[in-house]
């Protein structure tokens, strides 16, 4: 295949912005994708466990959901429409994970070990961050290309696309929305940030050109702003903007 006269190389599986896509949208291989990274994660929290004279089961429970869950649950939303084999691989993972940090038997109930860890069941979870993205789509405006694509998001062939997932896993939120509405982004201006703090913006050397092209007149103009602008605000908390940085 060529666009343009180049030619187009045909792969079966595409990384996009650290997802993986293939033909069908199985994203079985974003599954071992993820969990190959967790478990590497894994490796590194279990170092600091040195047979149980080092860390604490409490604070690796909690590296676990800082540093490996993460990877786990990327973007999951944008894949959570994979096979049931991507699932249990998932929760292998987790159950691998929580069994090695708590020390348990290879036996151990996965359930258990999710109830005793505090740590929500990989569906469950996959199902919470599905219904956030879903809420924050309803944030954004009605005719906005995300929402649109919301509203016309239908699964074919009795497949699911990954919006008309989150659409669907979002059904009993959505339900429990009643007649209320979620309240809609605002967009935020430099009005809105500085509307409850007492801050004047006061642009010194806006009008007096850039660095490079700046007169000796205006340096000078410029050296009297800001030496009066000091003596006015002397033993007051001040923030400076100059190109960019503070």
């Not at 170092?47 to 800082?66: A, F, N, T, W």
């Not at 967009?187 to 409850?196: Q, S, Y």
């Amino acid at each position: 295949m060529q666009l343009n006269g180049i030619s187009i190389e045909q792969v079966t599986e595409f990384k996009y912005l650290g997802v993986i896509l293939d033909e069908q949208l199985k994203f079985e291989s974003q599954a071992e994708y993820s969990a190959s990274k967790a478990r590497r994660a894994l490796n590194r929290i279990c170092c600091l466990i040195d047979g149980r004279k080092g860390i604490s089961v409490k604070l690796c429970i909690e590296l676990y959901k800082c540093l490996v869950r993460p990877h786990l649950e990327y973007a999951v939303p944008a894949w959570a429409t994979t096979t049931e084999m991507g699932l249990k691989l998932l929760e292998k993972v987790q159950g691998e994970c929580l069994r090695r940090i708590m020390g348990a038997k290879l036996h151990s109930s996965t359930d258990s070990l999710n109830v005793i860890a505090n740590v929500l069941p990989v569906r469950l979870r996959i199902q919470e961050l599905c219904t956030r993205d879903y809420m924050r789509v309803l944030q954004k405006p009605a005719d906005g290309k995300i929402r649109t694509l919301l509203s016309t998001a239908v699964a074919i062939r009795n497949k699911f696309t990954p919006m008309s997932y989150i659409k669907y896993l979002a059904h009993d939120f959505e339900r429990s929305l009643g007649n209320m509405e979620i309240e809609k982004e605002d967009k935020v201006t430099t009005d809105v940030i500085l509307d409850d703090i007492a801050v004047q913006l006061l642009p010194l050397a806006q009008d007096l050109g850039n660095r490079n092209n700046r007169t000796q007149e205006q340096k000078v103009e410029g050296k009297l702003r800001v030496d009066s602008f000091v003596e006015q605000n002397r033993g007051s908390s001040v923030m400076v903007f100059s190109d960019g940085s503070m």
